[in-house]
Structure formats: C-alpha cells, structure tokens
C-alpha cells in the first residue's frame, strides 16, 4: 500500500494503520507516518478510538514512532489540562530513542516554555543536532523562524526561500519523494515580495497542496478570490472550486473563509433589513438573517473544532460584540478566547487578557500575569510589557531570570549627562530613527524602554 498516496488522498487514519507496522523497516511508510505529524490540520482529524487508541497502545509498548506520533497529537489537539505533560513526557522518550522529529518537537517545548520555564538555548541546541540528523519538522521550524521572525527580530523572506529551496534539492538528489511544506514555505517566502497570485508563487502553492498540504487551500482561496490587493472579493469560478473542495477535505482554514464570505453577506442583508417596512422587514428579520447566522456559527464551529485559531478569536468576537446574530455573552467570548490560547493564538491571549484586565472577566491576578507571560512567549508586545510591568511589581519572581534575560533593553545611545534639557533632547534625537522608532543594538523589542 503507498502510504504517501494515503497522506495525499487524506485517508490518515487508514495511513498510520498501515505505517505503524512496518516503519521500522520501510523508509517509505517512516516518512509519510511523520509527515502526517507534521500538518495540525490532518492530525485533529485522526479518530480517537481507531488510530490514536492504536497509538497509545505502541507508545506504551516503547515504540518511539508512535510516542512522538502521540506526543504530537496532545500538543497540537489540547484535549485536556494534562496535554502538554503527556506530550513533553512522550517527545522526551522517543528523543531518548534518537528520533530526529522527536528532538525537534522538544526545542519547541523548551521554546515557548510548555512545562516550565523558557530556555532558548536548549531549543536551539536540540534544533539543530535535529536538522543535522535529517528531521524535516526541525527543517520546517528553521523556515518558519526566518519567515514569521522569533523573540521579536525580523523576518528573512528570501533566506527562507533559500533554505526551502535547499532542501527540495536535497530530496531530489536523493531521490526522496518531495514534502510539501518546502513548496507550500516557499511560496509564503516569495509571496511578500512577488504577490499570492505570481505564476511561480501559486504553482508551489498548488504543488503543496498535492503533496498533502491542507493549508494550502486557504492561500489558493485567498490568491484566486481576493488577489493581491486583499480587499474587494471576487467568488470566481476558481475561488468556487477551491472553497468548495477545502471544505469537503475538511479543511479548517476553507471552513474559516466560507464564514468570513458569509459574514460580509450577512452586514449586507442587515443594512437591507433596516431599510425595509412591515412584513418585509419581519420576514427579512427572521428567515435571512437567521440562516445567514446559522451559516455562520456552523462553520466557525467546524473550524475552531479543527483547531483553527483564526476561527475560535472571531466566535470569541461575535459573542463579545454582539455581531452577526449572536447574541452578547462575555463568557462565551471568554470560553472562545481561552480554546484560542490553548492553541498559541496571540489575537485571543491578548483579548483575553483584555477581558480579565477591563473586569469583565475575574480570574486572580496570578492567572492575569501568567496569560500575560504566555503572549509575551509568542511574541505579543502588548503582553510583553505588561510581563515587564508584573515583574517590576514584585510578581512572576520565579520567571525572574527569564524576563530579566530575554527583554532586558540595550540601546546605541552615545554617552551623555543629564544635567539639562537639552541633554534629553539630544539623547532623544539620536534613539530616534527614520519613522520615529527607538532604535536598539540587537533589533528587538524592548518593554523595559
């Protein structure tokens, strides 16, 4: 059975039943079973009571494919308080194992402090002793760093591009058949700079989606309805086909846009409503705009189930502000929010945060500060400071080195006195740069200033 074709078609379920007996042996079957793993999408989609039960019956037996398999189920699918343990405990026994995945999955606990303490030396120790041993999830987490930008630094689209184009060359010197996520990163790289719907950029982006790459729909969708200037959606016939079908695949992202699609008719027909009388009004009220509501909670629901951050942040909106047909409820909104941040969404971690801070929410301060922690981890500069700010009070002592470590500020001030005004000023004007920013000696973002 071609376990990449299973990965290609999603049949996930059937793939880690016919991986998991062989993969100590078939190369092959190894490289699709972790491929799955590495795509959130496709791994919330394995059913519970066939392939992860199956899985967490061979991690007990101490098969390391399927402790890190299952390590990566509970970190990306958060079903319970305990998720993160069972994930660290399981990634940490398959990297014993030497599991080069496996080692990459423990940097990015010790990145963003899943169990504990952050220790961004650990994280970049154990990335690349993975990357040297041949794991492609530590080969996508390198891309991303220089795509997206960590700890505050910028992003490097075309040394993201490079390394993707690197590493498609190595699998076809070797004659490995291709992953996608190189394609699919590479045409994120080359899309700031040449637009989503460049020839190259959509051919990748198509190539990606192949390969197995879910994600990839949502850019097409993007790329073929809004095109480059983002702002005025067309529903072509191409938009049509790939919603349609993103759908279908389940696709949380497509299911994410159908709403977002849905939401813009829904501010049309209520603008509608209000300018009609009588019956027609009456019947516009509550035929309409309730199925347009009902099309709407449905595939944010859907979406959000998937783990799509995008999706839980707007149901945790709609029931903040009332929009859309749902009706005002802080602590559906809080509910919302707080499954977002249990997927490292930065939008719902701020906002939650937001809610608890404005009292519309209580919770101790102890929680306040450590949602705060979490969004500075993940790079939110509102959250940041107010790390800062809690720690300066007296408070989160026991992440003293880390805060004092990681957002301790450096400028390229000139010495000076500040024995007047004008000293200040001076001061001032030397920080300032181009677009009136303080400029530092290591580029990042400093709460301390």
């Known amino acids: 059975m071609n376990c990449y074709q299973l990965l290609y078609d999603g049949f996930y379920d059937a793939l880690v039943n016919a991986a998991l007996p062989v993969l100590a042996t078939d190369k092959d079957a190894e ?8 795509c959130k999408n496709a791994v919330v989609l394995l059913d519970f009571h066939n392939s992860i039960e199956q899985l967490i019956q061979e991690a007990e037996k101490g098969n390391k494919f399927a402790q890190y398999a299952y390590a990566r189920w509970q970190c990306l699918e958060r079903g319970g308080e305990n998720s993160l343990n069972i ?3 399981n990634m940490e026994a398959a990297a014993e194992q030497g ?12 990145e963003y402090g899943d169990i504990g303490h952050v220790n961004w030396e650990k994280a970049e120790e154990l990335l690349e002793k993975a990357f040297a041993m041949g794991s492609e999830l ?5 891309i991303k760093n220089l795509l997206y930008g960590q700890h505050y630094l910028p992003t490097h689209e075309e040394e993201a591009a490079k390394l993707a184009n690197e590493l498609i060359a190595k699998d076809e010197a070797a004659r490995i058949e291709p992953n996608g996520w190189w394609y699919y990163l590479r045409a994120c790289a ?3 700079h040449m637009g989503r719907t460049a020839i190259t950029v959509s051919e990748d982006y198509r190539r990606a989606l192949d390969l197995g790459v879910l994600d990839a729909y949502s850019d097409l969708i993007i790329a073929a309805g809004y095109g480059d200037d983002g702002k005025v959606l067309v529903e072509t016939k191409e938009y049509m086909q790939y919603m349609n079908k993103g759908i279908e695949r389940l696709c949380a992202g497509a299911m994410f846009l159908d709403a977002a699609r849905e939401m813009k008719r829904y501010n049309t027909f209520e603008d509608l ?13 509550y035929n309409v705009l309730q199925q347009s509501h009902e099309l709407i909670f449905t ?22 502000n009332g929009d859309y047909g749902f009706e005002q409820d802080y602590k559906k909104a809080f509910a919302a929010y707080s499954n977002g941040t249990a997927h490292d969404s930065v939008g719902c971690v701020e906002k939650l945060w937001k809610m608890m801070h404005d009292h519309l929410i209580d919770r101790e301060l102890d929680y306040v500060d450590q949602v705060a922690l979490w969004g500075a981890r993940w790079g939110s500069k509102l959250l940041l400071a107010e790390t800062v700010i809690a720690h300066q009070e007296g408070r989160l002592e026991e992440y ?22 004008e000293d200040w000023q001076g001061v001032i004007d030397d920080m300032l740069g181009d677009e009136d920013e303080p400029e530092d000696d290591d580029g990042r973002y400093d709460a301390w200033a």
């Not at 599991?99 to 010790?110: N, Q, R, S, V």
């Not at 080195?401 to 024995?419: G, H, R, T, V």
Request: hydrophobic share 35%.
């Open 138 to 142: 530590a080969g996508i987490y390198k």
């Open 400 to 421: 003293d080195n880390e805060i004092s470590k990681y957002y301790e500020p450096i400028f390229d001030a000139p010495e000076f006195s500040l024995d007047n005004d």
């Open 99 to 110: 599991l080069p995945d496996a080692i990459a999955g423990l940097a990015m606990t010790y």
């Open 87 to 89: 994930s660290y405990r």
């Open 190 to 192: 080359n899309e700031g």
């Open 299 to 320: 595939r944010l629901s859907h979406a959000a189930e998937l783990a799509d951050v995008a999706a839980w942040e707007q149901l945790g909106d709609c029931y903040y």
């Open 273 to 285: 409503y209000k300018r009609e009388d009588g019956i027609q009004r009456h019947t516009m009220r």
């Open 31 to 38: 490289r699709a079973f972790l491929r799955l793993f590495q």
